[in-house]
């Protein structure tokens, strides 16, 4: 059988998820596409072009310390997530290839981590568990098996394909919205890889989602989707006191940026151009200024910001910001036709045209090809 999972692009809603905030999210072109059959051993054996080749013994699907971060320790996390839900699992072989960049915020990782359970899920349960149990899954492994305290956007777009509003307050049952973006016709939408991993950076996204928590907890909460905005801004000087500023300004980003998914949203659904990058520009200044993920403290070559930089020096239409978790990585831009030819000759030369990644909306999430 033959399997695709693509990758993913946050359009609005950044640093949201994790506390059961908004998001609007879309599966990419880009993808990881694997060729498997089951095997009688109980091995999951999985060769990507270009990496060494994974190898898990499903004879124990308990978290090994030494696999933290690996992509064996993805695998084994995702046979474990199968085996909690009371799902079968079993050995199989896939040979697999992609032009998915490691690394760089398009969720490489979670379309890994759902390439695995999309075969296992085939393979071993005719199908039987649906798209955002799936995502569960491969953000179960994520969080545990590699340790990184991710929302659940990245799985949860890559699974459901196409372009996605999710509200993800209550969290068993997120509210789910698909939405057709015609209105980008004229627009490329181009990812720019500036450089840099996000492998070293789980320190700065753990803060983000620590600092929300924070500010819900001195409300008696666990998250800020359930602490009312009036009563957010209404205690900023007692919050000053309790968790700092910098805790209250990315609280402050994430009351704003789900007002900025629901604005972009409808702007999609209605067909306003305008309207739609509006939002989009919004929250990548407020990403830069409040939620402050453009760049480490410690980083003095400030990748991101520099592409930022020149991106709005050469567009006078469309809209850009920082692109998934930050710190290091991409850039989102939306560029319209005609002055695609200086985008990329802006870009080009600083970050190479390797890195200019033009991709489209792919209406399917990962699923089972042929």
Do not use: W
Request: net charge neutral.
């Amino acid at each position: 059988m033959k399997f695709i999972s693509p990758g993913r692009i946050e359009i609005v809603g950044n640093h949201t998820d994790h506390n059961h905030g908004k998001v609007l999210v879309a599966a990419i072109e880009l993808s990881l596409k694997a060729e498997a059959h089951p095997t009688g051993d109980n091995v999951i054996v999985i060769d990507s072009r270009g990496f060494p080749p994974v190898r898990v013994d499903l004879a124990s699907t308990a978290k090994v310390p030494a696999e933290v971060g690996s992509p064996q320790g993805l695998v084994r996390g995702v046979a474990d997530g199968f085996t909690k839900r009371g799902l079968h699992i079993g050995g199989f072989h896939a040979a697999a290839v992609g032009d998915i960049p490691v690394g760089a915020g398009v969720s490489s990782s979670a379309a890994f981590e759902l390439l695995a359970a999309q075969i296992l899920n085939e393979f071993y349960n005719g199908g039987a568990a649906d798209r955002v149990t799936l995502a569960k899954i491969a953000q179960y492994a994520e969080n545990v098996y590699m340790e990184k305290p991710s929302g659940l956007l990245d799985q949860m777009g890559i699974a459901l394909g196409g372009a996605t509003y999710i509200d993800f307050q209550d969290i068993h049952k997120p509210r789910i919205e698909s939405v057709a973006p015609q209105i980008l016709s004229e627009y490329k939408i181009v990812v720019v890889n500036t450089g840099g991993s996000h492998a070293d950076m789980t320190a700065h996204y753990a803060a983000i989602k620590a600092e929300m928590q924070a500010a819900a907890k001195y409300f008696g909460k666990d998250y800020l989707a359930d602490v009312p905005p009036r009563a957010f801004y209404g205690a900023v000087s007692a919050l000053q006191r309790a968790v700092g500023g910098r805790a209250i300004l990315r609280a402050a980003h994430f009351y704003e940026e789900n007002a900025r998914v629901e604005k972009a949203f409808k702007a999609l659904k209605a067909g306003k151009l305008s309207a739609f990058f509006s939002a989009v520009r919004e929250s990548g200044i407020s990403s830069y200024a409040l939620l402050q993920n453009c760049y480490a403290p410690e980083d003095a070559v400030q990748r991101i910001p520099l592409a930022l930089y020149l991106a709005g020096r050469v567009l006078k239409k469309g809209a850009y910001r920082v692109h998934g978790g930050g710190f290091a990585g991409t850039i989102l831009a939306f560029v319209h036709a005609s002055e695609f030819g200086a985008f990329t000759e802006t870009f080009a030369p600083v970050f190479g045209r390797e890195n200019i990644m033009v991709t489209g909306i792919r209406a399917l999430g990962t699923s089972k090809i042929e």
